[in-house]
């Protein structure tokens, strides 16, 4: 598989190699199913994905979207906000809803992203709502890091990803890995949230690893973040500079947890991008991480990507979609895999 | 006589009938070779953007070929490319197509006559202008047609000057609903400049309209140093102010916010009730239960609904409070809470989301 790299990316190249090296001897391919009856998207779309040998399938609506999905089995769901005959949002509930689908990757596309479209679908379980004009290099991005992440829950991947952690972080990490508590110079965890009486099924109940952490240096903004996600019953820890972050993330043992880092990336002492760098070449696959940053280029998102976070969020940020994003994040997390 | 008039008057009628119907003909003739021409053209610009972009050919051919066609041509091309394509590429093709000459006829238009010509220079500004073009998109934002200003209103997207901002936002708080709506997505884009234009305002502004739309565009950034301005707002002697700070707190997920709701969920009047019950749900405030669990008794339908819906929006804890009003209590109270646990989820979902747009369309209507 020949997937084009830019900007600093030689872990995810060690790692994509180890994965290639895998004793399955097959690489695994992304099968994407778009509904969308815009015939000059599908140029983009087709030169974005086809890079990485993703299997494109076109339907240009979603009337019958089940027997469009039982026919491709697809791992990766591309929705158009503008399809002419077809209530999009309501095809994504119906996704969400159905036991067999539940987990399954849906993008929306759109040619105008306001406020209110990205709250409901975001609500509705999206897991991202692309701007068409900007999303052949986003979408490129995202399957080239939901590959490398697919790889990381094989098996047989997962063990030669052991091979180069190992490497990597020296005996040490490994034993405090496997202990079973956390490193003595760590803070206690701040995550005595009011639970919902059904909380979540997340990783913190059983390993004492928090559901989010969270990295930002404004303590007001970080107050916000703290109220809102431990009101959803999501156990937080917070660190407010990027070099004790940095150590924290590298040292917090996660078993098998994969707990989201909510990211800064303008962070006192290291940027967000340094540690998320940092953290790739040490402990790549551990943490989902999201960067929450005020620079909106496309050219950082696109980096912020491929460095391997699985999502780019831009301030201000709105609470209502952020919350829903990482709710849904922890709970695909959690779930158990098919 | 009058047969030789007759049909001098029918041989006049059939030239004349000859004569239109050539005209017809030419000019139809003329339309397709026109179109034709220009389509050529436009594709002629398509190539050399592409080839440019690509790294096939130079500045100076690019330049050329937009300068060489039809300003009609470069535009309908700059257009429907520009609606497809964003980002980065578009950036650096835009600041490339700022050195043509055709760019200055662009900018030129702006100041036509001719209506029509203003409104398609504000169209194709909105996806090209620079902060250089910040005294034209200020001649743009007050023209006298609405149709040049609304869309003269992209701009700012683009161009995000202190100026151009306090325009807009005059605009914005002086038109109807629908289109506020959209100048305040525009608005709110730009949030660094916004924020420090928002702290000046919550603090001088004495204009109501223009005070709420303050308040409503708080709550659409949400950035935490905008919450120590609104608190106190939530106490203001003005209804409508007391109702716009309550929906603005929505978006500030805090302690205090939760506070500051759960008060305004006792005030006399039923909206600022309502908006109060709707935002305690919106920012998932767990300590708000047992205030939201009074609201199901309140006089008002809205209320109870709305608490009642934030009641579900918070989850398990909230269905429970739900699920536990049961018929000997208050009758009412148990009306609205079997209601809304019969709703769906997709139902209670474009509720709260449906129900924040419209109480700031309602709110701007009853300012304006």
Partial sequence: MEIPLKGPVSHSERQEDAVEQAPTGRARCVRVLVLDDDIGYREIVTAALGRHGAELHWRGTATELFLALEETEPSMLILSRELADSHPLEALRAVRRSPRWSQLSVYFVTDEPDTEFELEAYLSGADAVLDRRRSGAELSARVRGYLLRGKADDPAAERSNQVTRTAARGPEQEASEAGASPPPDLPQLAGTAPRPAEPLASAEGATGVPDVIIVEDDPSLLEMLEYALKNRGLTTHSFTDGVSALQGLREWPVRNAHPVVLLDVDLPGMDGFQILQQLEEFRPNVFRVMLCTIHNSEAAQVLALQTGAVDYLTKPLRMPVLVAKVERLVRALSAPKN | MSTALLALIALVQGAFLMMLLVLVGVGRWLGVYRGRRRCKQRERVGHAAQNWLAGGASSKALRRTVDSGSFAAAAEFLTTFGARRGGDEWERLAAEIQQTSWFRTLCRHASSPFWWRRLGAARLLAKLASSD???????????????????????????????????????????????????????????????????????????????????????????????????????????????????????????????ALMKLLGDAHWEARAVAASSLGAIGAIEAIDTLRGALEDPSWWVRLRGAVSLRVLGPVGIQVLESVGPEADSYAYDMATYVLRLSDSAVLEFVTRSISSDAAAAADRAA
């Fill in chain 2, 133 to 259: 073009q910040t005294a034209i998109a200020l001649a743009l934002l007050a023209d006298p047609r609405p149709p040049v200003r609304v869309a003269a209103a992209e701009i700012v997207a683009r161009v995000p000057s202190r100026e151009l901002m306090e325009e807009l936002y005059e605009f914005a708080s002086s038109t109807g609903a629908v289109v506020r709506g959209h100048l305040l997505e525009l608005l709110a884009k730009n949030r660094a400049v916004l924020e420090e234009m928002l702290i000046e305002r919550l603090a001088s502004d004495r204009d109501r309209a223009s005070f709420t739309t303050a308040l409503e565009l708080a709550g659409q950034i949400g950035v935490p140093s905008l919450l120590p301005v609104i608190l106190p707002y939530a106490e203001a002697e003005d209804l409508e102010v007391r109702i716009a700070t309550a929906r603005a707190l929505s978006s500030f997920p805090h302690p205090r916010s939760g506070a």
